[in-house]
């Protein structure tokens, strides 16, 4: 006996409703389908996600998803969501499986955080009329200068990304997400000067061209790694771990791995593609260290190597440690961040907030003299400019953006990317559905909305009196607490509004 209640009701005004049946194409779960006795659509709403495909496209706007008002028995004690989790698990005996980001209303600091302005003095800057700097350069900064025996300067210098602007796109494997998507992520990226990761997947043979604004990742699995893979990137990602599930490995089941997706990745068709937890490999910094280094050998020293990890309890520690490893660039995704499947008990309890774990890193590396030999990017919760502003602002070098991404794909938030099922065409490997998503207009949606922000964030530097990213970085004088506790002020090295 199944005890769950349906979560989404489908409203139909049987008045405007014409008996098109677009819904029902549009829907690949199944919810819409003809009754020819009754001559009218009818709806198994139990198979409903709420991803407002077929509300989109009814030509007459017959269809409404709401929320199903009637709910378990909550109580101050039990929820809703724990009742109905218990009734899944007693059916399922599994753990519970959830896709994007932590859902939880745990403190989300970036809107707790407020943006000084210039006033009177030091006067602000008119970014129409005035140069303003955005390009962003990441890697190991720390060059001194040394000369040979005879005077001459010895060139010491480290490979850097050169971004137009300090957003790129994160790692997103092909496999999780579909061909067109990874395709509109990489034109995108080529188009505004930046760079997108390929996730765990590998490169597909179609996206080499797009090496020189790729991130090319190495995990646990080491999906689709070698020689070439790794020359084709601009740089190496070493994923040892990710906001939205971190300590855990990921698990692409056979039934997933078909054709490309299977020869991307150098995985048999059918089998299953399991990235262990650890790198079993790396136990300690020294590991890393060989790790990093055997990347760059491997790539003529001429690519940063980057380290991504999760954010979690001594992150700084951690970060630390990494510094010191030989990787150039570190990149801290906190536990809002997303991901096409997750258990759901990890997802919503495990980690802590990117904006904590940034403030923290960027003072202990900055206290132990090592900040320039890494940069910083941070991911898991970046929603808008402002977001990427206050990240600047305190310590980060760039921000690294998926879920805002995929939103401007055409993404709606129904948290069911494991199901394979996405009707944007986004989390899906269904050629049908994949269709569905146009790459050259995926890529358009992803530059005009860094286009966007890219305005917003000269306007907030110049309302500050500010003409670089480089003198917003670290500049934490120019933001302010609200409703903040003072561990959380002196964590986030802050004061509060007023002061
Ligand atoms: S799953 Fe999406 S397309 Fe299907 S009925 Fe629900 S909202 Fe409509
Ligand atoms: S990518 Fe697709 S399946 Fe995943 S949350 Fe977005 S709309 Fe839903």
């Known amino acids: 006996m199944d005890y769950q209640i349906t979560e989404f009701l489908v409203e139909r005004d049987r008045e405007r409703c ?22 009218r659509m009818v709806a198994d709403e139990t198979k409903c996600v709420d991803c407002m495909r077929c509300t989109i ?43 994007m980001g932590c859902p939880k209303p745990y403190p989300i600091y970036w809107d707790k955080i407020l943006i000084g302005a210039s006033q009177v003095t030091n006067p602000s800057i008119d970014p129409l009329r005035e140069p303003m700097e955005t390009k962003t350069f990441l890697g190991n900064k720390h060059c001194p200068i040394e000369r040979d025996k005879d005077g001459r300067i010895v060139p010491n210098s ?10 790129l796109f994160s790692g997103m494997s092909y496999g999780s997400i579909s061909y067109n998507a990874h395709k509109a992520l990489a034109m995108a990226a080529e188009r505004l000067g930046t760079f997108y990761g390929t996730g765990e997947g590998g490169l597909h043979k179609d996206f080499y061209p797009y090496g020189p604004h790729t991130i090319v990742q190495v995990a646990s699995g080491r999906f689709g790694v070698e020689p070439a893979y790794l020359n084709a990137g601009a740089a190496i990602e070493i994923k040892m771990g990710q906001g939205a599930k971190p300590g855990i490995g990921g698990h692409l089941p056979g039934s997933k791995m078909v054709g490309d997706i299977a020869r991307t990745r150098m995985v048999p068709e059918g089998s299953d593609a399991i990235s262990p937890a650890p790198h079993h490999d790396i136990y300690s910094i020294e590991d890393l260290r060989q790790l990093v280094s ?99 602002a305190l310590g980060a070098d760039a921000v690294s953006i998926a879920t805002s991404a995929l939103i401007a794909l055409g993404c709606h938030l129904c948290r069911t990317c494991q199901s394979g099922r996405c009707n944007w065409g986004i989390a899906t490997q269904r050629p049908d559905l994949v269709a569905r998503l146009d790459p ?52 986030l090295g802050i004061s509060h509004a007023g002061a």
């Not at 850097?160 to 957003?167: A, D, F, G, N, Q």
């Not at 951690?318 to 997750?342: E, L, N, Q, V, Y």
Request: proline share 4%; glycine share 10%; hydrophobic share 40%.
């Open 440 to 491: 050259e207009a995926g890529a358009q949606h992803l530059v005009n909305l860094i286009t966007g922000w890219k305005s917003e964030v000269v306007e907030m530097m110049g309302g500050m009196g500010i003409n670089s990213i480089e003198a917003l970085r670290g500049n934490r004088a120019m933001l302010r607490g609200i409703g903040l506790t003072q561990p959380e002020l002196e964590i």
């Open 294 to 392: 055997i990347l760059k050998e491997a790539t003529g020293y001429t690519k940063p190597v980057i380290v991504k990890v999760a954010a979690v309890h001594n992150i700084s520690a951690i970060a630390s440690g990494i510094a010191r490893s030989g990787a150039d660039i570190i990149t801290i995704d906190g536990f809002r961040g997303g991901t096409g499947a997750a258990p759901k008990r990890i997802r919503d309890n495990v980690g802590i907030p990117v904006e904590l774990a940034l403030a923290a890193v960027d003072r202990r590396l900055r206290s132990e003299g090592i900040r320039d030999r890494v940069s910083l990017v941070v991911s898991g919760s970046i929603r808008s400019s402002a977001d990427v502003v206050k990240a600047i």
């Open 18 to 39: 014409t008996v098109c049946r677009q819904c029902e194409r549009q829907c690949a779960n199944g919810v819409h389908h003809y009754d020819s006795k009754l001559n």
């Open 158 to 167: 480290h490979p850097l990304l050169e971004l137009s602007l300090p957003i």
């Open 57 to 99: 496209f009814c030509p007459t706007h017959a269809i409404r998803i709401v929320k199903n008002p009637q709910t378990f028995r909550e109580n101050a004690g039990w929820r809703a969501e724990n009742i109905q989790d218990i009734y899944r698990q007693a059916e399922s005996g599994g753990a519970l499986l959830s896709s």
